[in-house]
């Protein structure tokens, strides 16, 4: 397990960060101005999932697991983070008039922008080929972040698909949520760079221990062997106890749905693919199994007054 180990240490060192975020701590000369960040920021809970490489499912994952949530009762908001990149909308088959470039520049409120999404969840999109937002500083993801208290009244947990790799836009999403969700698949390379956010993320001030969720495993006992690689390295060289929180399996319905550009909760919702998303749902809003026959496995509701505000 030394390999993930080695190929970690090629991040750059901290204090070269800490020059970095002193500098862009303000919006830099000659850039578009961004609006004044309201206040605070949302008291609503906020879910980050994110990942060390791209092409691990992601995405998927962010847009089923919210719509999980919201067929028990509860009103998700999905954020696109990856602001140069869009594929929440993409995925969802929706073509937005208005992004998140509108409300990071005051031209536009989030209520303007946000969109109605199958099952009743809220979507903010990002936009796309903009490189200017690819490589938010931290006054605009601030501004962001804090934006999305406009909507509080309207959702009850935010979930946001943070861009990936170690970027600096990912890093700041990621941290200020909880949980912070690891997304990897078995492959070597994407454990290894799982492995490479978890350590840059240990890095920061974080309000948890990043999880883990392994993504495409031909089975479950696959998936806590690569979990167990991840937790042992991150304990034995970042001191972190780092908790798996489950797999979704491969299944050829998680493809089929994305080209019809649809969610696979909705277009096989009895797919091993669906039946993972809505035990994690549980996982993340600590509901306990309950044996019916239901395709979402049966959930014990958390009522809504009960679901945790504060961050």
Request: hydrophobic letters at 40%; glycine letters at 6%; charged letters at 25%.
């Amino acid at each position: 397990m030394s390999d993930i180990e080695s190929k970690a240490e090629t991040t750059p060192r901290r204090t070269t960060k800490k020059r970095a975020v002193r500098k862009s701590a303000r919006p830099e000369s000659g850039a578009k101005q961004a609006a004044a960040p309201p206040p605070m920021r949302p008291r609503r809970r906020i879910i980050a999932v994110t990942s060390g490489k791209g092409g691990v499912g992601k995405t998927n994952i962010v847009t089923n697991l919210a719509i999980a949530l919201a067929r028990q009762g509860l009103r998700p908001l999905v954020v696109d983070g990856d602001l140069g990149l869009a594929n929440v909308d993409l995925l969802l088959g929706i073509a937005p008039q208005y992004d998140m470039q509108d409300v990071i520049l005051g031209q536009r409120s989030v209520a303007d922008v946000v969109l109605d999404g199958p099952d009743g969840i809220k979507i903010l999109p990002a936009s796309s080929g903009v490189e200017e937002l690819a490589n938010l500083d931290e006054y605009r993801t601030e501004v962001l972040v804090r934006s999305l208290s406009e909507l509080e009244s309207d959702v009850d947990v935010i979930l946001i698909d943070c861009p990936s790799g170690i970027g600096r836009s990912a890093v700041s999403l990621a941290q200020v949520a909880d949980p912070i969700l690891v997304i990897t698949t078995p492959e070597p390379t994407a454990f290894s760079d799982a492995y490479a956010m978890i350590k840059v993320l240990s890095r920061r001030s974080l309000r948890s221990v990043p999880v883990l969720v392994v993504n495409e495993a031909d089975s479950e006992e696959e998936a806590a062997a690569v979990a167990k690689r991840v937790r042992q390295v991150a304990k034995r060289f970042l001191n972190l106890d780092i908790e798996y929180w489950g797999c979704v399996l491969a299944d050829e319905s998680v493809p089929k749905s994305v080209l019809r550009q649809e969610p696979f909760l909705s277009t096989y919702p009895y797919s091993p693919a669906a039946s993972c998303i809505y035990a994690l749902a549980r996982r993340v809003l600590g509901m306990t199994a309950d044996p019916s026959s239901s395709p979402s496995g049966g959930f014990t509701l958390v009522p809504r007054d009960e679901v945790p505000e504060e961050v």
